[in-house]
């Protein structure tokens, strides 16, 4: 069964950069007082850079057992390519790096049913990541989606590379699309990265009033994936707005120019992974209300 996992903010900030004072958990607070011989009050002033790395880990190892996965076995892409490139986490690769999240330079992550409990995904604060499991292959591949990936088809791209490289059919494939920023998103500029204005045609809208072109990501996306042969009953995507919603991190909610709330600087994880269940079924996974 493959099952796909959002963490939302419950286990803290999903990378080792966004860990900040401002969003660590009550359990790193915890750990930092034990661990330094601190007080509370004593964090406020507490220089947090030598111990990133290790509350990391422990939002990983949270996220995992919640979600009944090793923490270490989690792997993400750099995405330096920029072309489509692919990459399979394989379980010789699992063996080789056996604490997770390394330098994959590929622009697209993969993994089978072969390679069970090994998850792949993305730290990601407003940008979707778009997910498609071929269920009759048992092969499954994503991709974080930001606007200028989007603009470069890679949504398009994932698909293609299930067709062409493992010989998926378009009507075998499951597509799911992560929490994102709703259409609140906006610059004060013309975005430099929408260069293709037949993707972004109705998705990027100016507002005369405020002077701010306003970017609607979602239905970008949707496009790509139905242009790749996608069956539309085959699509679901999580409607949530990553700006808006209390359960997620968000850059713009972050900044300035979106309303500077420090609570929401931070990265939540969305990916997928194979659990050891021989099953053609896809299962979406949330944190439950605490």
Not at 80 to 97: I, P, R
């Amino acid at each position: 069964m493959v099952k796909i996992i959002e963490s939302q903010n419950r286990f803290g900030t999903m990378n080792e950069r966004s860990v900040r004072l401002s969003n660590i958990t009550e359990e790193d607070k915890e750990l930092l007082c034990f661990m330094h011989h601190m007080e509370l009050k004593d964090l406020k002033t507490y220089d947090l850079t030598k111990d990133k790395k290790l509350i990391f880990r422990v939002h990983r190892k949270n996220l995992g057992q919640y979600f009944g996965f090793d923490g270490n076995h989690m792997f993400m892409a750099d995405q330096k390519k920029h072309d489509g490139s692919f990459f399979e986490v394989t379980s010789n690769y699992v063996k080789a790096h056996p604490y997770g999240w390394t330098d994959i330079p590929e622009d697209i992550l993969i993994v089978t049913s072969e390679t069970p409990n090994v998850v792949i995904g993305h730290p990601v604060a407003d940008c979707p990541v778009v997910m498609m499991c071929d269920k009759k292959q048992k092969v499954s591949a994503i991709g974080h989606c930001s606007g200028e990936f989007i603009d470069q088809q890679l949504p398009y791209m994932i698909a293609e590379v299930l067709q062409k490289e493992y010989g998926s059919n378009a009507k075998d494939i499951f597509a799911y699309v992560s929490a994102s920023a709703g259409p609140n998103w906006f610059y004060d500029s013309y975005p430099k990265w929408a260069k293709d204005s037949s993707i972004w045609k109705n998705c990027i809208t100016y507002d005369h009033e405020n002077k701010q072109f306003h970017i609607n990501i979602k239905p970008a996306v949707l496009m790509q994936i139905i242009h790749s042969g996608v069956l539309p009953k085959n699509i679901q995507f999580n409607m949530d707005d990553t700006i808006t919603h209390p359960a997620y991190y968000s850059n713009h909610a972050s900044s300035k120019k979106g309303g500077n709330q420090p609570e929401k600087n931070g990265r939540h994880f969305a990916g997928l992974y194979y659990d050891e269940e021989d099953s053609a079924k896809v299962k979406i996974l949330k944190p439950r209300k605490r």
